[in-house]
């Protein structure tokens, strides 16, 4: 199911951004003493109590009119409309202001969990600057250091207490899918041809689909649920508040869906922004099938396809192990060669392999081709065993992690691809030390 989303919000300067690094466990967020730095949504996960979350990161609320000011307000109001709990950031050290009470009375109109944090408060005698703020009506405010962790650990315990337990209803025999791409590559287009039937609006003009659309259907005796989604646009480029809207309802596709259809413009070819829309599906390691669309309108010769396959492979060196189709949506042509695909990528995504066999492989690899010596020593894997799947995920019990190089992690995986089905789907890998007595 998709993951709980939190909104942080607040008026400029307050400490957002340190507190979204805070809780990410990583400095992804610009932090600096000039009001107004963060402008777009940024996005996160946070884990606490064996739950995770998605964080957004917000730009400051404020009554001044500053420049952007008209849409940072629109993202965050955004973020708090697609938020399932918020996180409201004052400034412990200047009490409340006009600002924060803008904010408040926002905030008054949702019904939605509020967790009211007043940040900056470094040192023990500070605490009480936060009584202050039982003024704005939203509960009791938390103490916190964004930038010493104080109080954070209680914020963290607050999120997932409000973490719904129920699970979303899922139809395990069906094979779940979402298209993603940039704007205008014939998503929408797609999806009709799959489904047969005018199902979503088609339009030649950027950004017609709004919202993520979810249809189940069966072909041939097997069900399927495809998502349609609004086209994604390069973080950082455009701040109209549909683009944003869109981003944040594909991250949740890409969350309901098992695999991702990354589409591409066979006319116009690979952008910047087709590797950049990719990256949501495989930080989530989701499978991933790389389509080719309008390949009507390319001119073609006996060479073109496989030129073109190619040069997907080499701008998409991290997905070498997904599976390249073309096809015309418009004309339906090989739209019917898609349904093999996914058939196959699903079947590989939901491999388990038998642990003998499994050894028997990684046995021979390491026969074949020792692991080079690396950090003061040379790895020895004394047992592996299938953890998970969808994806994959492997556990080696090895004599030391740090003696794993890269390349021999990436000659193991090359060596499992050769001897499973793993097409389209990533491979999860975990390493761990051996204990005495332990097979």
Known sequence: MPRTIVAIVGSPNVGKSTIFNRIIGDRRAIVDDEAGITRDRLYGTGKWRNKEFTLIDTGGIEIANRPFQEQIRTQANIAIDEADIILFVADGKLGVTADDRMVAKMLHKVKKPIILLVNKIDEGIQIGN????????????????????????????RIVDQISEEKAETNDEAITFCLIGRPNVGKSSLTN??????????????????????????????QYVVIDTAGLKKKGKIYE??????????????????????????????????KHVIQYATDLH????IVVNKWDLVDKDTNTMSSFTKKIRNEYKFLDYAPVIY???????????????????????????KTSLLNDVI??????????????????????????TAPPTIA????????????????LENRLRESFNFDGTP?????????????
């Not at 594909?250 to 116009?268: C, F, M, N, T, Y």
């Not at 992690?401 to 990436?410: A, E, G, I, T, V």
Request: no cysteine; charged share 25%; proline share 3%.
């Open 193 to 222: 041809a799959i489904l047969s039937q005018e199902r979503v609006i088609v339009s030649d003009i950027s950004g017609t689909t709004r919202d993520s659309i979810d249809t189940p259907f069966v072909k041939d005796g097997q």
């Open 427 to 439: 491979i999860k890998f975990s390493f761990r030390k051996h204990r005495k007595n332990e097979r």
């Open 241 to 274: 508040a549909i683009d944003k809207y869109s981003a944040i309802r594909a991250l949740k596709a890409i969350e309901r869906s098992e695999i991702v259809l990354l589409v591409l413009d066979g006319a116009v070819g690979i952008t910047d922004q087709d």
């Open 396 to 411: 080696f019990v090895v004599n030391e992690p740090d003696f794993l190089h890269f390349s021999y992690q990436r000659y």
């Open 363 to 388: 046995q021979e690899a390491q026969v074949m081709n020792q692991a080079p010596d690396f950090n003061g020593g040379r790895l020895k894997i004394y047992y592996a065993s299938q953890l998970f």
């Open 130 to 157: 936060a009584a202050e703020f039982y003024s704005l009506g939203l509960g009791e405010p938390i103490p916190v250091s964004g930038a010493h962790g104080v109080g954070i650990g209680e914020v963290l315990d």
């Open 327 to 353: 096809l015309s949506a418009l004309t339906k042509k090989r739209v019917d060669t898609l349904y093999e695909v996914l058939i196959n990528v699903h079947q590989a995504y939901h491999t388990r392999i």
């Open 286 to 289: 989701k499978a991933i099938i």
